[in-house]
């Protein structure tokens, strides 16, 4: 005869089988030109499939950004080196298989496809370039033809865009500018000068409110692109949930920037470990996921109370992307290793703050997109 | 000029349902008069779009947004007007929002803009008189209004008079009779016309010379033809067209090779080959014996040095400060590592020292004139700040790094070369910089050349007699004057000397060899290609590609006169000693080419090839996968790096046939 406790173990296995959940994301290997597909059980993560990519073989091409199509079919990745402009590849996931490619501008990096006109927007880094403006490339993902090139500021990076799909968020590294485009209008709609409006920030409040010198420049205002090399040199870019705000790394200051978007100025800073670099927020908007990357660290913000409730080491010195499960249950944190030592995604529980997994990939991984989580 | 039409609404919609299908909701439609819009590229075309829901209602407050998919083709507004700007084809992307909703719809219009009427029919090839029994092709443009021409035109071709000459469907002359007749085009409503007159042909014999009667393959012979009048009077100036049949001494083979304008052939095969020259219905002949060149020697192995846990890069042999043999291998894909040998007996390749950089590849690696620097590349830097690294290799046994310079160069030095004090170091793909290293503790840049070309990328640069020699992929070989002088050049102040691109844009590498037996000045330049991928864990790869053997005798006039192309193979690094070609082949190893003579043609079908190597290593990276990456000739052996296997020397008794001569003309 079967006893209670027996039934009762047996129904919680069943429930725990039946509602057990696989997650999927892709990650980018810079330095071996591959991508691996990873998948992650809810305990143990694997490499389920490792797809190269380029076409120079001989050279390291590197595969430097990545995301995933709205409807969840294809993922694109951008290759940062080629003759000499890079590339954005079109990939099917139900068969890792080459679509189309297409070129960009000079070290294409991050992206994002807009849910309000499907277009795909990427930050041409130009990361070894003069220090110039850069721009922000509009690709068809359909035709993956590239429409145009934006003019924006000196190594253009974080590509993302706001929750309705309208508006396009990239930061100028050297040039410390916020740059904010027109989704459908595909045109620079506001430009902030992140070093200025930081600066008044920190202004008594008795100053007079100056609107230039808070950083403020329209875009049919005229105005001379900064040359000089941000003190602050933004990293990343991310739209909160609500759309009201946007989050900067301030990689060379140490620190989050919030800007509020109806006021289009610096309004609070988060003081955080070395080199933040890359950011997330949970679809919820109350958790906010930073990579110190320069200290090889992941931390987790509690954004409601603007505290910093967790600093995960890493399991590689150079932490690089961030890609958080849509159930807010896992952060997956792209590490890039050294030399030859291979690349990792730490999976990093939201709930415990720990790390509970690392997952071996090619060398210096970077670009990180969550595809998909399946019952 | 379209317009919107109710009339065809019900069918237009349905017949672009399907195209919208790629839109998140199926709330409304996008309708549109027509999806094919064509326009001549004086006017402009107004799309009348509209939304509609299932019950076919208009849905006004749908906005819409205009995006061309071929800007340099066309522009359209945010209402929509197509302004065209060139000749060509691309889409209008139409998407539609209901604001506030996130969805979208999208359909694409395809659009044509037409060339406007040809107004200008141009000859462009055609002398004022030809004589009978010439033929001559015509060459003819049509041009619209705005000057673009109009590709694969309709053209009708005419003679008034056709005894005297007569046109074919494709434009060919042909020069009958003495007399004069007009050649006239037509493409619709516009023609164009030509006198042409043709006058009685002169030429009542003609008279064909060699310098040989015999010959061996890959050896070129020189035709000449003179035309003579009735009077036995030469004739100056009479454009004879050459050709050529042979019967080759194989009964498996056809005879085969090249003859130019000039009269200059070369057989590949051994046979009996018959020159012709012809003009106006006159002809000569002379017969050409062609024997097998013969030059097949056997390479002996000497000493190996397997590298196994990554794939070798470049390498560099030189005589120490010490009078020993030193070698420095590059790794590709691995730990950032270089290796020092000494290789002072070619049989025992010994490691003796192992410097590691912030790198993933070192690709190449060069050594100073006098033995004492040591340059190497950096790629895959963790930081991404790549790089060069100067290595003090006084003793190579104990090489130590003195500076490491990146200024400029964090995207990566693929290639390196050191000339006089200077490294030349590609940076980023993009261009060179010139770093004096005098203080090599201390190296400064002096001096850059980029090309000033749309799109332009670099891939190598290799510097002799003050002259570099860069391989630029689409934009194929340039020298520049980096203190030759020719051209008035310095390091700090290179200036462009010569310039040659061939079409598959592939260019790779790039060698000079100047010839003093025939005076020739030729730049080998090498493809690197890989239409069937890269093998980076276990198999074979099989690469394309081969070396183009370009002609710079006349800086101005350059011109590719022969290819060295191993079937099934490709070509990377290479090196000339002499008058012998060392080629790393990739998949097919090690090859040593026969350069001697003037070079024509196809230099493997030739028999120019003397001897081939096979690094094959059960123990080696991918085991048993030659992939050889770049020979050196050094003190009567050759080193060479093989990607999967590591270092090897060989060496090769070259013993020339005797049959083999060399004319200067």
Redesign the interface.
């Known amino acids: 005869m079967i006893r209670k406790s027996q039934l009762l173990c047996l129904f919680l296995c069943v429930s725990f089988i039946g509602f057990s959940q696989t997650y999927f994301l892709y990650v980018a290997s810079e330095s071996e030109d591959e991508v691996a597909l990873i998948k992650f059980d809810g305990s143990q993560g694997f490499v389920d499939e490792v797809i190269t990519v380029g076409y120079q073989a001989t050279e390291i091409e590197g595969p430097h950004g990545l995301t995933i199509d709205p409807s969840g079919d294809f993922w694109y990745v951008t290759m940062a080196h080629g003759n000499p402009f890079g590339r954005v590849y079109k990939y099917a996931t139900k068969s890792n298989k080459l679509i189309a490619f297409t070129e960009l501008g000079i070290f294409p990096a991050s992206m994002q496809i807009s849910s309000a006109n499907g277009m795909l927007f990427c930050v041409n880094f130009n990361l070894h370039g003069k220090m110039e403006p850069s721009t922000v490339s509009v690709v068809d993902p359909f035709a993956m033809e590239e429409l145009m090139q934006i003019q924006t500021g000196a190594m253009p990076h974080g590509s993302r865009i706001s929750p309705d799909g309208l508006k396009h968020f990239s930061v100028a590294m050297m040039s410390g500018e916020l740059f904010e485009i027109d989704v459908m209008n595909m045109e620079i709609s506001r430009k902030l000068n992140l070093d200025r409006s930081l600066a008044s920030m920190h202004k008594e409040s008795s100053d007079a409110v100056d609107h230039a010198a808070m950083g403020h420049v329209m875009n049919h205002e005229t105005s001379h692109q900064d040359n000089h090399h941000s003190a602050i040199k933004p990293t990343w870019v991310s739209p909160h949930p609500d759309g009201q705000r946007v989050f900067v790394a301030a990689n060379g200051k140490d620190m989050i920037l919030e800007i509020d978007l109806l006021k289009w100025e610096v309004t609070h800073t988060f003081s955080t470990g070395k080199g933040p670099y890359n950011i997330e927020i949970t679809a919820d908007g109350k958790t906010m996921i930073v990579s110190y990357k320069t200290e090889g660290t992941t931390a987790i913000w509690n954004l409601d109370q603007g505290r910093e409730l967790a600093v995960i080491k890493n399991s590689r010195e150079i932490t690089h992307g961030i890609s958080v499960s849509p159930d807010h249950k896992y952060v997956f944190v792209s590490v890039e290793g050294k030399g030859n030592q291979r690349g990792a995604v730490d999976i990093i529980s939201l709930e415990k703050y720990q790390l509970i997994d690392v997952v071996e990939v090619g060398k210096q991984a970077g670009g990180i997109a969550f595809w998909k989580v399946e019952e | 000029m379209c317009t919107y039409s109710y009339k065809s609404q019900w069918l237009v919609w349905a017949m672009l349902l399907g195209m919208a299908s790629?839109s998140?909701a199926q709330s409304f439609e996008i309708i549109v008069a027509s999806d094919e819009i064509e326009l001549s590229s004086e006017g402009y075309h107004q799309i009348l779009v509209q939304a509609v829901d299932a019950q076919n209602q208009v849905i006004p407050e749908v906005?819409f947004?205009f995006?061309?998919?071929?800007?340099q083709i066309f522009k359209v507004d945010?209402k929509g007007l197509i302004t065209p700007l060139e000749p060509g084809q691309g889409?209008v992307?139409v998407?539609g929002?209901l604001e506030g909703m996130?969805d979208?719809q999208?359909l694409?219009l395809w659009v044509n803009v037409k060339h406007s009427e040809g107004t200008d029919l141009k000859i462009t090839n055609l002398p004022s008189g030809i004589f009978a029994g010439q033929r001559i092709g015509m060459q003819v443009q049509l041009l619209d209004v705005q000057n673009y021409q109009i590709s694969n035109p309709n053209l009708v071709f005419e003679s008034s008079d056709t005894h005297v000459a007569s046109v074919d469907i494709f434009g060919n002359i042909t020069a009958h009779q003495k007399g004069k007749t007009v050649i006239k085009v037509s493409s619709g409503k516009i023609s164009t016309e030509t006198v042409i007159a043709v006058k009685k042909n002169p030429v009542t014999s003609i008279e064909l010379s060699s310098n040989v009667q015999e010959a061996v393959t890959g050896e070129v012979v020189y035709f000449d033809a003179q035309a003579i009048d009735n009077e036995g009077d030469l004739i100056a100036a009479i454009p004879f067209i050459f050709s050529f049949t042979g019967v080759s001494a194989s009964p498996s083979e056809y005879a085969s090779g090249m003859i130019k304008d000039n009269g200059n052939f070369v057989a590949d095969v051994s046979g009996i080959y018959t020159i012709v020259a012809a003009f106006g219905g006159r002809e000569a002949r002379r017969t050409l014996q062609v024997s097998a060149r013969n030059v097949t020697e056997k390479v002996q192995l000497k000493g190996h040095g397997t590298v196994s846990n990554v794939h070798t890069s470049d390498l560099w042999v030189w005589e120490g400060i010490d009078g020993r043999d030193y070698c420095v291998t590059g790794t590709?894909?691995?730990?950032?590592e270089a290796y020092f040998w000494d290789v002072t007996d070619p049989n025992q390749l010994i490691p003796i020292d192992t410097i590691?950089v912030?790198?993933?590849?070192v690709n190449d690696v060069k050594v100073s004139e006098d033995g004492k620097i040591c340059v190497i590349s950096r790629?895959?830097a963790?930081?991404?700040k790549n790089g060069l690294v100067i290595i003090d290799v006084s003793n190579p046994a104990e090489a130590d790094i003195i500076a490491t310079y990146d200024e400029g160069l964090?995207?990566?030095v693929?290639n390196v070369f050191i000339y006089k004090n200077h490294i030349y170091a590609l940076?980023?793909?993009?261009r060179y910089d010139i770093i004096n290293i005098e203080d090599p503790k201390s190296p400064k840049k002096v001096g850059t050349f980029e090309l000033d070309e749309p799109?332009?990328?670099i891939h190598d640069v290799w510097i002799e007699d003050g002259i570099a020699y860069s391989s630029n992929?689409?934009y194929g070989v340039w020298m520049v004057d980096v203190g030759n002088g020719m051209a008035g050049g310095t390091p700090s102040n290179p200036k462009r000397i010569a310039n040659y691109a061939y079409p598959s844009g592939w260019n790779h590498a790039a060698f000079p060899y100047h010839d003093k037996k025939t005076g020739k000045f030729y730049v080998i330049a090498g493809d690197?290609a890989?239409p069937n991928?890269?093998n980076?864990e276990d198999g074979p790869?099989i690469?394309a590609g081969f070396l183009h053997i370009i002609d710079f005798t006349d800086l101005e006039h350059p011109v590719e006169v022969a290819k060295y192309e191993v079937p099934g193979a490709g070509s990377h690094n290479l090196w000339v000693e002499g008058d012998l070609l060392y080629v790393g082949n990739y998949n097919a190893g090690l090859r040593v080419v026969d350069l001697s003579g003037e070079l024509m043609g196809d230099l493997f079908k030739q028999g120019r090839e003397i001897a081939w190597f096979l690094p094959a290593d059960a123990k080696g990276r991918i085991p048993n996968a030659p992939m050889t990456w770049g020979p050196q000739p050094h003190k009567g052996h050759v080193f060479f790096t093989d990607?999967n296997s590591g270092l090897w020397s060989v060496k090769i008794d070259i013993i020339k046939p005797k049959n083999i001569k060399v004319e200067k003309r």
């Open positions: 790629n998140l906005n947004s995006y061309s998919s071929a800007p945010k889409n992307i998407i929002r996130k979208y999208r694409n590709w894909g691995g730990n950032g590691r912030d790198a993933r590849t790629e895959g963790s930081n991404r964090t995207g990566g693929h940076s980023n793909g993009e799109g332009h990328s992929w689409a690197e890989f991928g890269l980076t790869t690469p990607w």
